[in-house]
């Protein structure tokens, strides 16, 4: 039989979440506007470009999962809903002006046996768009040919023309080839005269990306600090005896409660030989005595991820062994922080890291030189954390970029897999580790781990 996993009474309270700010939703209608015109300089007055929903994915036979927003189209609009398509223009489009949203609304009345539709009040609220601009899909098409200036099927792009748009997305989310967006897309692509003026939408939305503003570094800062408080509450609880699913739903637990919609991915709670596994998500072990556990998670709160990892010992206490492969693994991940800085190598600590561990695994006698020693090494060590929890790639640090540092060793003939991730702000300074509460040094991990014990003692 197992342990249950018991919360310290305490913890709740000196783990507080910031309070929510009552005009987060003012930040973010504020910020959409100024990503709206940064786009419209960027596809000049001859472009359009147009972002689209991807579709609902079906769980079972009458049940979807919960629906998550394209990135993309949520960094310009800010909703999280089905069927919603952006269109925007150089141009402006008759009176609606240069941005218009399509999407279906509720006149306020009626009930519904699901999630309520909003309001076209509350859609223009909340994009920060006029209500004019707001909608209904039924009017897609003829607005997004009135954009383009093509009338009818056959018709060509007018000269200078662009559209942006994704159709390589759109054809692998399965979009369908009669939805008018996708088709009146495909047809200008394939058409000689019109094709290299189909453009994908991401070239122009990942830079603005890369660096986030003030709303957005917020919002990652919470999604970290509910992931803080799930991995405090974890290092406690965690016990020889447990399965991994328990720890999983003890950090999802803590992520929920301090206002994340969920998980940025599937918690990584890796015991054992699962600890070698970087992408493990079955979570069903029993956890066992004398164990390392790999526990790699992170909130989504507001469409923004955390991703954090720490290594535990499952009975509180490392082995030599663990701690010196441990500490090797820390040593290089705190000189690969230390090299983010603006106007560095989006590269470089990745290849700081790796020299020191191939340096370390020599060392150690595990590997004959630094180039077999990488093995033991088999994932990138280095990020961009944003919208998408592998965001868009860069190339230099810059300020208001935010990256993790996550170096790992995985010994799989000794079952012993080990990996520590941080979320690094890039400032105008140098650096700031935003995942810094949680412990990391053994020393702090294990004494972490004992007060969980200590209490679990005293409440016996």
């Known amino acids: 039989m197992t ?16 309070a929510v700010r009552a005009d987060e ?14 786009v419209l300089a960027a596809i000049g007055e001859e472009g359009v470009l147009v972002l689209r929903s991807r579709p609902p994915a079906r769980f079972s036979n009458d049940v979807d999962y919960p629906f998550r927003e394209d ?24 009176s609606l002006g240069h941005a218009v949203i399509f999407t279906a609304t509720s006149r306020g009345a009626g009930s519904s046996l699901g999630n309520p539709l909003p309001t076209r009040a509350e859609v223009a609220a909340q994009s920060g768009l006029a209500e004019p601009a707001i909608l209904g899909t039924q009017e897609l098409e003829a607005t997004f040919r009135k954009a383009l200036g093509v009338r009818g099927k056959g018709s060509k792009l007018p ?9 390589m997305q759109a054809a692998r989310e399965g979009v369908a080839e009669n ?37 957005e570094i917020a919002c990652i800062r919470k999604a970290i600090h509910a992931t803080a408080v799930g991995l405090d509450a974890a290092m406690r609880a965690i016990r020889p005896g447990q399965f991994e699913y328990e720890v999983d739903a003890l950090i999802t637990y803590h992520c929920r409660r301090l206002g994340c919609e969920g998980m940025a991915f599937p918690c990584i709670v890796g015991s054992g030989p699962n600890s070698c ?18 526990i790699d998670v992170g909130g989504d709160y507001r469409h923004y991820a955390a991703d954090i990892t ?28 230390e090299v983010v800085k603006p106007g560095a190598a989006a590269g470089e600590p990745d290849r700081v890291a790796r020299r020191l561990l191939g340096e370390g695994l020599v060392a150690l006698g595990l590997a004959r030189n630094t180039r077999e020693a990488m093995r033991y090494c088999p994932h990138g060590f280095s990020h961009p954390l944003g919208m998408d929890v592998h965001d868009v790639p860069v190339r230099t640090l810059a300020p208001g970029m935010v990256v993790t540092i996550e170096p790992g060793v995985y010994l799989r003939e000794e079952d012993l897999g080990i990996r520590i991730e941080d979320d690094v702000l890039v400032t105008a300074q140098g650096r700031e580790v935003l ?25 016996r």
């Not at 939703?25 to 940064?38: G, S």
């Not at 897309?185 to 189909?198: F, I, N, P, T, W």
């Not at 663990?322 to 690969?336: I, K, M, P």
């Not at 412990?439 to 209490?455: C, D, F, S, W, Y």
């Open 3 to 18: 342990n249950r996993i018991w919360i310290p009474p305490l913890l709740l309270l000196l783990l507080a979440a910031p």
């Open 310 to 337: 720490r290594t535990v010992p499952a009975n509180g206490e490392f082995t030599p062994r663990q701690r010196s492969v441990y500490e090797l693994v820390l040593r290089a991940q705190e000189a690969a922080i």
């Open 435 to 459: 995942s810094s509460a949680v412990p990391k040094t053994v020393e702090a991990i294990e004494a972490l781990m004992a007060t969980g014990r200590g209490a679990e003692s005293a409440r």
């Open 71 to 94: 990135n993309d189209l949520h960094y310009l609009t800010g909703l999280n809903q089905p069927n919603t398509v952006l269109l925007m223009s150089g141009r402006p489009i008759g």
């Open 25 to 38: 939703d003012a930040d973010l209608a504020e910020d959409l506007k100024a990503r709206r015109q940064k």
């Open 159 to 167: 000269a200078g023309r662009v559209l942006h748009y994704n159709t």
């Open 179 to 215: 939805d008018p967006v996708q088709a009146i897309a495909m047809e200008l692509q394939k058409d000689r005269s019109s094709g290299r003026r189909v453009r994908p939408a991401r070239r122009i939305l990942a830079p603005l990306r890369t660096i986030k503003s003030p709303y």
């Open 277 to 294: 596994q970087p992408h493990y998500t079955l979570n069903r072990r029993c956890i066992e005595n004398g164990e390392l556990v790999v």
